[in-house]
C-alpha cells in the first residue's frame, strides 16, 4: 500500500523568500510517481509539477521546484520568490505503475504568503 | 484546449432527493475519477474508470452512490437518496493512462449541500 505524509498543517512565509513544503512517502513500488497540486481559497485544483522515480535530475517548473531524495522517501516542494497569490493548500500525492495513475494524496498543507 | 467539466458547480437540495454529478473528462483522456473532499476526511478516491470500465469502485461509501461512463466522453455520479453527511465538494478527474508519469487533471468541482 502507499501512502503519503504531509507533517506541515500550516506555514507562513514572507513575499519574496523561499518556502518547502514537506512531503514523504511509502511504497514497494519499483516504479512511481509524485505530484504536487495547488488548492487555492476558489477550490480548484491546479496541476503544479511531477517527479518521475527514475528520474535523474530534479523537476524544476517555473518557480516550483522538487528536491527528490529517493533514499530518504522525501519529495518536498520548493517554492522561490514566493508570491501573495501562492497563499493556498497544496498536496502531495503518488501514482504507481500499473494502477491506471491511480493517487494517493496527503493531507495538504496550507500556506499563507505575507507581506 | 477546454479541460474537465463538472455541472453543476453548486448543488442545494433537501435530504432523500436524488443527485446527480456529471463530468466530461479532456478528450483523448481514457482514465476518469471521482473525488470527494471534506475537512474531515481529506480527498477521498470514490471511483475511477479506465476506458469506461469501471476498476476499483472500493471507495464509494454505500449502495446510495453510483457512477457511470456510458462513454468516453461521459459521466455521472449518483446519490440517491441524498443525506446531510454527503455534503462535500466531489470532483471529477481526468488523465491518459499507462504509466505512473501522467498527472491527473481536475475539474473545477461541485460544491453540493444536502439540508
Known amino acids: 500500500a502507499q501512502k503519503i505524509t504531509q507533517t506541515q498543517p500550516g506555514m507562513f512565509v514572507q513575499e519574496k523568500e523561499a518556502v518547502t513544503l514537506d512531503c514523504t512517502y511509502d511504497?514497494?513500488?519499483?516504479?512511481?510517481?509524485l505530484f504536487w497540486y495547488k488548492q487555492p481559497s476558489s477550490g480548484e485544483m491546479i496541476f503544479l509539477i511531477y517527479?518521475?522515480?527514475?528520474?535523474?535530475q530534479n523537476a524544476t517548473e517555473g518557480r516550483y521546484s522538487l528536491n527528490f531524495q529517493k533514499a530518504r522517501k522525501s519529495a518536498n516542494l520548493v517554492i522561490s520568490a514566493s508570491q501573495l497569490g501562492d497563499s493556498a493548500m497544496y498536496f502531495c500525492?503518488?501514482?504507481?505503475?500499473?494502477?491506471?495513475?491511480?493517487?494517493?494524496f496527503g493531507t495538504g498543507t496550507r500556506l499563507q504568503v505575507t507581506l | 484546449d477546454a479541460g474537465v467539466i463538472q455541472s453543476p458547480r453548486h448543488e442545494v437540495t433537501e435530504m432523500g432527493q436524488e443527485v446527480t454529478l456529471r463530468c466530461k473528462p479532456i478528450s483523448g483522456h481514457n482514465s476518469l475519477f471521482w473525488y470527494r473532499q471534506t475537512m474531515m476526511r481529506g480527498l477521498e478516491l470514490l471511483i475511477y474508470f479506465n476506458n469506461n470500465v469501471p476498476i476499483d469502485d472500493s471507495g464509494m461509501p454505500e449502495d446510495r452512490f453510483s457512477a457511470k461512463m456510458p462513454n468516453a466522453s461521459f459521466s455521472t455520479l449518483k446519490i440517491q437518496p441524498s443525506e446531510p453527511r454527503d455534503s462535500a465538494v466531489y470532483f471529477c478527474?481526468?488523465?491518459?493512462?499507462?504509466?505512473?508519469?501522467?498527472?491527473?487533471?481536475f475539474g473545477d468541482g461541485t460544491r453540493l449541500s444536502i439540508l
Open positions: 478527474a481526468s488523465t491518459l493512462s499507462g504509466g505512473a508519469n501522467q498527472p491527473q487533471h
Open positions: 511504497t514497494s513500488d519499483p516504479s512511481y510517481g
Open positions: 517527479q518521475g522515480s527514475y528520474d535523474q
Open positions: 500525492a503518488m501514482s504507481a505503475t500499473g494502477t491506471a495513475s491511480k493517487l494517493t
